[in-house]
C-alpha cells in the first residue's frame, strides 16, 4: 500500500502523519523539536529518522512534504534535501516554509495569512496570484516579536528590573523565581549562560506570563499587550507586500501561543485592522497541511491518480 506522509516540524516538537491514497489517516507521531538553528542538522536528521520509522516501520513513503521553519532562506533548502536523501527520498519529497503547511491547513485554496506564535514566531500570505510574503521568523536575535519565547525573555527582563529596584514591581519576579527553581537573582546568571535558559524553556515561561496576567498584574499585562501589537504589526506587513483584490480572506491564528491565550487572537486581529481578512485560531494541525501538500506531490507523479 502506497503511503504519504507530512510532517510539521517546530521548535518544540515535531509531529508527523501518514495516510494512504485516499487521504485517510492511518497514523500520527509526535517528536522532539527538529529546528536547523536551533538543534543543529545531525540532531534534525535523527529526529526525522525516528519518526519515520514509527509512521512507516515496514516501507518509506511514496511521497513527503516537510515543513519548517527557515528552509526558504538560502542554503538551508539545499542541507535539509540533503538530509532527507540520506533517509531515502529523491525527488518525492516537498521541503516547505512551516507556515505554508499552516496556511495549507487553515484554508482550503491554500490562500490567505497565517500568524505563527509558538516558540518562534512568523507571519506569512499567499495571495490568489501565488504571490507570497512574510515578515518575522529570523530568530530570536532578528525579528521574533510577539512569540512565546520573546514574552519568556520580555518577562525575566522585568524580573531582574523588578529585583533590582530599576524597575516597575510585578508578581512575576516570585512566580518566574518559583517555576525556574531559584531563590534570588544571583541564581539566574549561571542559568542563563550556563545553558539551561534555552529558547524553549524561555518560550515555556509565556504560561506563567499568561497566567500573572490574568491576576491583573501591569507588567505581565503590558507584555502581553505589546505582543500582540507585534505580532499585528507583521501581519499587515505581509498584506502589504501582497494582493488580495478586495477579495475576503482567511487570517489564520497558529502555534501554541493561541492555545494558551485564545483571546489573543481577537486582540491580534483588532489590532491588525486589516479590511477583508476573516480571523480564525486554526484547529487542524498544520501536519495535515503538510500532508495534502504531500498528496499533490503524489498525484503529480502518478498521472493525478
Request: neutral net charge.
Amino acid at each position: 500500500m502506497a503511503l504519504i506522509v507530512g510532517v510539521d516540524a517546530g521548535g518544540t516538537k515535531t509531529i508527523g502523519v501518514v495516510a494512504d491514497t485516499s487521504g485517510q489517516i492511518l497514523r500520527t507521531v509526535r517528536g522532539a523539536g527538529a529546528n536547523l538553528h536551533v538543534h543543529g542538522e545531525l540532531a534534525v536528521e535523527k529526529v526525522l529518522a525516528g519518526l519515520l520509522d514509527e509512521l512507516c516501520p515496514e516501507e518509506r513513503p511514496e511521497a513527503l512534504c516537510l515543513g519548517m521553519a527557515g528552509v526558504d532562506r538560502p542554503g538551508e533548502d539545499g542541507i535539509i534535501r540533503a538530509l532527507l536523501r540520506r533517509l531515502g527520498f529523491r525527488g518525492n519529497a516537498l521541503v516547505v516554509n512551516d507556515a505554508l503547511v499552516a496556511i495549507a491547513a487553515g484554508a482550503h485554496d491554500r490562500v490567505g495569512v497565517v500568524v505563527i506564535a509558538g516558540t518562534g514566531s512568523i507571519a506569512y500570505g499567499v495571495d490568489r496570484h501565488g504571490r507570497s510574503a512574510r515578515a518575522g521568523g529570523l530568530g530570536p536575535l532578528l525579528a521574533d516579536e510577539g512569540s512565546a519565547g520573546w514574552i519568556g525573555h520580555r518577562a525575566l527582563l522585568a524580573t531582574v528590573r523588578a529585583a533590582e529596584g530599576r524597575g516597575e514591581a510585578t508578581l512575576l519576579r516570585d512566580a518566574l523565581f518559583s517555576v525556574l527553581t531559584v531563590s534570588a537573582l544571583s541564581d539566574l546568571p549561571a542559568m542563563a549562560y550556563g545553558g539551561g535558559l534555552t529558547r524553549e524553556r524561555l518560550a515555556e515561561l509565556a504560561a506563567t506570563v499568561i497566567a500573572v496576567a490574568q491576576t491583573g498584574d501591569p507588567v505581565a499585562l503590558s507584555i502581553i499587550e505589546e505582543a500582540s501589537t507585534e505580532l499585528a504589526s507583521a501581519a499587515r506587513s505581509v498584506v502589504r507586500q501582497i494582493d488580495f483584490g478586495g477579495s475576503p480572506y482567511p487570517l489564520i491564528f497558529a502555534g501554541g501561543l493561541f492555545k494558551g491565550l485564545p483571546s489573543l487572537v481577537d486582540a491580534v486581529a483588532k489590532k491588525a485592522g486589516l479590511a477583508g481578512a476573516i480571523p480564525h485560531r486554526l484547529t487542524r494541525d498544520p501536519s495535515e497541511g503538510a500532508l495534502s501538500m504531500a498528496m499533490d506531490l503524489y498525484r503529480s507523479r502518478h498521472g493525478g491518480s
